[in-house]
C-alpha cells in the first residue's frame, strides 16, 4: 500500500463486530493521523457515503467525551480497504490523544448498556467487588442490585453461580480471578480483561469480547487458551512462575508481554512454538536469563521489540533477519547484543540503548536487587553507587559470618549490620527523598539480607520498623 495522504478515507474490519468502520487520515502536531467517524457497516462504505461521515466519540467508564483518533500505522496494519481522497470532515486540534482499535469495541459495548447506567456512571463512587467464598445465586442477585456501576471484581473462588452472574451482567468487564479449576470458561461472559493467578489450571476458553489476557503463576500445566480469531486481537501478559512452556491455539497472537521471577529463564524457543505471528514482545525478566536469542529471527512479521533487565546473550538478529522490525528497546542488557543491535538497526523509527551492561558490571552487580537503581531517572549516579555498594558490603559480611556458632552475641553482630544497611538510606533520603518504589526495593534487599541473617519475621519488621526513618 503506498504512503497515506492527508484526506484519504479507509474502511477498516472490526472484526470482533464483524463490521467494517471509517478512518480519515489528518494532519497532527505528531504526524498522520486517522479520525475515526462514526459509521459501521457490513460492507465498506462508498466515498459519497463515507464523505457525509460524522466523528465517532469516546466517553465510556471515566473518559472525557472526544473525539477518536488512532495512528495512521495502526490504520494500514489493519489492512484497510481504500476508500478514496475528500475533504477534511473536521480539522483536528494541534496536539491529539491516540486510543487503540480495542477502544472502539470498549466504546460499543458502553454504548449498549442502558442510558441511566451510562449517564451516573462517572458521578456515583465505586469499588473492587471482592468475592472470598462460594456465594449463593440469591447473593450474586443481590450484588447485581446494590451495585449497578460496578464494573471490576475480584473473586478468590470460580463457580457456577458467578459464572452464571458473569454472563447475566454486561456491565461487569474486568476480572482479577484464583483459579485452582483444571479447566476456565468464561465464553459467555461480557469480560474485556482478565488477571488469572492459575494454580494447575491447563485449558482455558475466553469469549469474542476479551481483549487482555494477565496469567500469573507455574502455567507448565496450561495446555490450551481457545480464542476467537486464534489470539489476533489478544493482549497477553505473562508473569512467570517457572521458565517453560508452550501453549496451543494462540498461533495468530501479536502483543506479547513477558515478566519473569527474579532468575527465572526465559526460552524465546517456546515463546516461538507457542506464538509464531508476534508483531510485538516485551520481556522483563527482573534478572533473570534468555534462551536463544537467534530465535527472535523466527518471528516474520516482528515490528516491536522491548528487552529489560534481562542477560544471557551477547548476539542479536540481523536487520536482514527482521526486516519489519521499527522499534527497539534495550534496557540494562549485555553490552554485546546493545553493540550488535546499534550497528544493525540505525535508522529505525526508534532505537533506545540505556545502561548496556558489561561482563564485569554483571559479575559484581547481577544478584544485587538495587541494580536497577542505576541509570534510573532521577537517581543520580553517586546516590545509585552508594545503595549498591551498601547491599553489597552487608551482603559480604553478613556471609564471613555464617559459619560461627550461635550466640547472643552474634545475632547481635548480625542485627546491627542490618541497621547499618538502612541507616545508609536514611541518609540518602535526606538528600534524595526515596519515593514508593525505591523503599519497596530496599525493603525487598532487606528482607534478603534478613533472610542470610537468619532473622525471624517477627524480629525483621522490628528492625525495620525501629530504624527506617524513609
Known amino acids: 500500500m503506498t504512503e497515506p495522504k492527508i484526506g484519504d478515507l479507509f474502511a477498516v474490519k472490526l472484526k470482533r463486530r464483524n463490521a467494517y468502520f471509517t478512518a480519515q487520515i489528518l494532519s497532527a502536531q505528531m504526524g498522520l493521523v486517522a479520525l475515526v467517524l462514526d459509521g459501521f457497516t457490513s460492507v465498506p462504505p462508498g466515498l459519497k457515503e463515507a464523505e457525509k461521515l460524522k466523528p465517532f466519540y469516546f466517553d465510556h467508564h471515566f473518559w472525557k467525551r472526544g473525539e477518536f483518533y488512532l495512528g495512521a500505522d495502526e490504520i494500514l496494519d489493519a489492512e484497510p480497504v481504500f476508500i478514496g481522497n475528500a475533504a477534511l470532515i473536521c480539522e483536528p486540534p494541534e496536539y491529539v490523544s491516540l486510543q487503540?482499535?480495542?477502544?472502539?469495541?470498549?466504546?460499543?459495548?458502553?454504548?449498549?448498556?442502558?442510558?441511566?447506567?451510562?449517564?451516573?456512571?462517572?458521578?456515583?463512587?465505586?469499588?473492587?467487588?471482592?468475592?472470598?467464598?462460594?456465594?449463593?445465586?440469591?447473593?450474586?442477585?443481590?450484588?447485581?442490585?446494590?451495585?449497578?456501576?460496578?464494573?471490576?471484581?475480584?473473586?478468590?473462588?470460580?463457580?457456577?453461580?458467578?459464572?452464571?452472574?458473569?454472563?447475566?451482567?454486561?456491565?461487569?468487564?474486568?476480572?482479577?480471578?484464583?483459579?485452582?479449576?483444571?479447566?476456565?470458561?468464561?465464553?459467555?461472559?461480557?469480560?474485556?480483561q482478565l488477571v488469572l493467578h492459575a494454580s494447575g489450571t491447563e485449558e482455558i476458553t475466553l469469549n469474542g469480547s476479551l481483549w487482555r489476557l494477565v496469567i500469573n503463576g507455574d502455567i507448565a500445566r496450561l495446555k490450551s487458551v481457545h480464542c476467537p480469531f486464534d489470539g489476533e486481537l489478544l493482549s497477553v501478559q505473562l508473569e512467570l512462575n517457572g521458565g517453560e512452556f508452550c501453549i496451543c491455539e494462540l498461533e495468530k497472537l501479536r502483543d506479547l508481554q513477558i515478566f519473569s521471577q527474579r532468575g527465572e529463564r526465559i526460552d524465546l524457543a517456546c515463546v516461538a512454538a507457542s506464538f509464531p505471528n508476534l508483531r510485538e514482545i516485551f520481556i522483563n525478566a527482573q534478572g533473570g536469563t534468555l534462551k536463544n536469542i537467534d530465535t527472535l529471527a523466527k518471528f516474520e512479521h516482528l515490528k516491536d521489540v522491548w528487552l529489560s533487565d534481562v542477560y544471557g546473550f551477547e548476539r542479536f538478529p540481523t536487520r536482514a533477519q527482521l526486516p519489519h522490525l521499527k522499534r527497539l528497546c534495550f534496557w540494562s542488557v549485555p553490552k554485546g547484543a546493545c553493540e550488535a543491535a546499534r550497528a544493525q538497526f540505525k535508522g529505525i523509527e526508534s532505537l533506545v540503548i540505556k545502561q548496556p551492561r558489561s561482563k564485569q558490571w554483571l559479575a559484581l552487580n547481577l544478584n544485587n536487587p538495587?541494580?536497577?537503581?542505576?541509570?534510573?531517572?532521577?537517581?543520580?549516579?553517586?546516590?545509585?553507587?552508594?545503595?549498591?555498594?551498601?547491599?553489597?558490603?552487608?551482603?559480604?559480611?553478613?556471609?564471613?559470618?555464617?559459619?560461627?556458632?550461635?550466640?547472643?552475641?552474634?545475632?547481635t553482630e548480625k542485627t546491627e549490620i542490618l541497621k547499618e544497611f538502612?541507616?545508609?538510606?536514611?541518609?540518602?533520603?535526606?538528600?534524595?527523598?526515596?519515593?514508593?518504589?525505591?523503599?519497596e526495593e530496599i525493603w525487598e534487599a532487606f528482607c534478603k539480607l534478613a533472610e542470610l541473617a537468619a532473622v525471624d519475621a517477627k524480629s525483621q519488621e522490628r528492625i525495620w520498623e525501629q530504624n527506617a526513618e524513609f
Not at 146 to 174: G, I
Not at 388 to 411: D, F, Q, T, V
Not at 422 to 439: G, L, P, Y
Open 370 to 411: 538495587l541494580r536497577r537503581w542505576d541509570g534510573r531517572e532521577g537517581v543520580g549516579a553517586a546516590t545509585a553507587r552508594k545503595a549498591m555498594r551498601a547491599y553489597a558490603g552487608a551482603h559480604k559480611k553478613l556471609s564471613a559470618l555464617e559459619a560461627k556458632p550461635a550466640s547472643n552475641e552474634l545475632k
Open 422 to 439: 538502612i541507616a545508609v538510606f536514611n541518609a540518602i533520603d535526606a538528600k534524595h527523598s526515596i519515593d514508593t518504589m525505591e523503599r
Open 100 to 192: 487503540s482499535i480495542e477502544q472502539i469495541y470498549m466504546q460499543l459495548a458502553w454504548n449498549e448498556l442502558p442510558k441511566d447506567i451510562r449517564a451516573k456512571f462517572k458521578y456515583v463512587r465505586k469499588q473492587k467487588l471482592e468475592i472470598s467464598q462460594p456465594q449463593s445465586k440469591e447473593f450474586y442477585a443481590d450484588l447485581a442490585r446494590q451495585n449497578p456501576f460496578c464494573y471490576d471484581m475480584k473473586s478468590a473462588v470460580w463457580d457456577e453461580n458467578l459464572k452464571n452472574f458473569l454472563e447475566a451482567t454486561p456491565m461487569m468487564t474486568q476480572l482479577e480471578l484464583n483459579c485452582t479449576a483444571k479447566s476456565l470458561d468464561i465464553s459467555c461472559t461480557h469480560l474485556q
